[in-house]
């Protein structure tokens, strides 16, 4: 669970279950990150109300700070809880990509080279 959530809104009192909900959907993120920068990211959300022609919209913007690389995601829609759930999906697929590249590949290759090594005593 990310420790350090710093919720803020703009024009938009959110009440505790969308704090609630925002901590619970962006808290699970460090999952998709390396076990290395597990403890020192930190996330920062945005809720506003926007007054547009057609309607009231809520935007929800999410900055995710990692050592090295900042992550950023923004979305508006109609509901609150909506926006948190896309920002939630844009998020963990950039984080999904940040993993991938900076974790080592340890495939069946590595797997079968330590077993022979250690097969014919060479470890």
Known sequence: MIEHID??????T??????????KKIGKLDKFLPRHS???????????????????????EAKLTVPGKV???QDS????????DIIEAKLSEQLRKYKD????????RARSLL??????GLS
């Open 115 to 120: 077993k022979r090594q250690s097969r014919e």
């Open 7 to 12: 919720i803020t809104s703009a024009r938009f």
């Open 101 to 108: 590249a900076t974790t080592p590949k340890r495939g069946w």
């Open 77 to 84: 829609t109609s509901n609150m809880f909506a926006a948190v």
């Open 38 to 60: 597990r403890k020192t990211v930190q996330a920062e959300v945005i809720l506003r109300e926007v007054n547009r022609d057609h309607g009231n919209k809520y935007e929800c």
């Open 14 to 23: 959110p009440d505790e279950a969308i704090k609630k909900y925002v901590t």
């Open 71 to 73: 992550f950023h995601a």
